[in-house]
Each structure stands twice: as C-alpha cells, then as structure tokens.
C-alpha cells in the first residue's frame, strides 16, 4: 500500500492549484484523509481532513482558500487551493489511516509535493 501526491508547482500570488493523493496497492477501506504541509525551517502542520462521509475541517489559516475532497471509488483525496498566499508556499502531504486485505489499520504518509507560491 502506498500514497502518491501529485499536482504542486509554482503558481503566483492569488492563483490556485489542485493536489491529489492516491492509495493504491490491496487497498479495502481508508478511513480519514489528511492533508499536512511543512514549510522550509518549520514543523510540519495539519491543514485540512476529510472523513469517509464526507465531514472537512480546516486549519484556521487556510478556511475560506481550500477545499478538500475525496472519491471513495478511487481512494483518492484533493486540494482544491485557491487565493494562494507566498506563506502557503511548503511541501503538501497526504496522511491516511489504511485498511490492506490481511493486514490491520495502519497510518500511511505520501512523499510530498513542493507547492511555491510566488509574490
């Protein structure tokens, strides 16, 4: 079972950009998704979760910017980002808790996709 995060880039000021994160291998059941970010010389935060049903939280500084979503079919989570600020500029991560065929719940990180945004 592995995670892969996909879409960061450098986008300016005010723009937007679309993360994705897939589970993938013998995959049965993923419970919540979590996006995290690490920003250089800081320590990595939580940004946003998503339920199996639906249910989003936020960190307070990106409520109102970003939007997560999840396609349970594709065991895959999303980030919609917009209104993007330079202090959103870190490398995104993708969390979640994996059920595998044989296996037990276990918690599982993604490599991590470099988000730059530019002033």
């Known amino acids: 079972v592995q995670l892969q995060a996909s879409g960061g880039g450098l986008v300016q000021a005010g723009g937007s950009l679309r993360l994705s994160c897939a589970a993938s291998g013998r995959v049965v059941s993923v419970n919540t998704m979590n996006w995290f970010r690490q920003a250089p010389g800081k320590q990595r935060e939580f940004v946003a979760r998503?339920?199996?049903?639906?249910?989003?939280a936020y960190t307070d500084s990106v409520q109102g910017r970003f939007t997560i979503s999840r396609d349970n079919a594709k065991n895959t989570v999303y980030l919609q980002m917009s209104t993007l600020k330079p202090e959103d500029t870190a490398v995104y991560y993708c969390?979640?808790?994996?059920?595998?065929?044989?296996?037990?719940?276990?918690?599982?990180w993604g490599q991590g996709t470099l988000v730059t945004v530019s002033s």
């Open positions: 969390n979640a808790e994996i059920y595998a065929f044989g296996g037990r719940w276990t918690e599982y």
């Open positions: 998503v339920t199996r049903t639906g249910a989003q």
